[in-house]
């Protein structure tokens, strides 16, 4: 069985979490695709090869999903 890595979303000091506010608020449609991309990341962890992700710099990568046209 594979090593799955483990995801973290970001939260304020005040417990809010960014991140997951704007997945819930997603159709329900991009919300399907956004969690399929985040399963990719848990999966590959940094090895996620573009489009699905890219290096931002040293240790710091961003997930990209393309939702609707837009990326996010």
């Known amino acids: 069985m594979a090593t799955k890595w483990r995801i973290y979303y970001y939260d304020t000091a005040e417990g ?19 969690l399929a991309f985040i ?3 848990e999966t590959n962890g940094p090895n996620l090869p573009r489009p699905y992700a890219d290096l931002l710099e040293e240790g710091i990568h961003e997930i990209r999903i393309k939702l609707t046209g837009t990326q996010v």
């Open 39 to 41: 399963g990719l990341l």
């Open 16 to 34: 809010i979490s960014p991140v997951k506010d704007y997945i819930d608020a997603l159709s329900l449609r991009e919300k399907v695709k956004a």
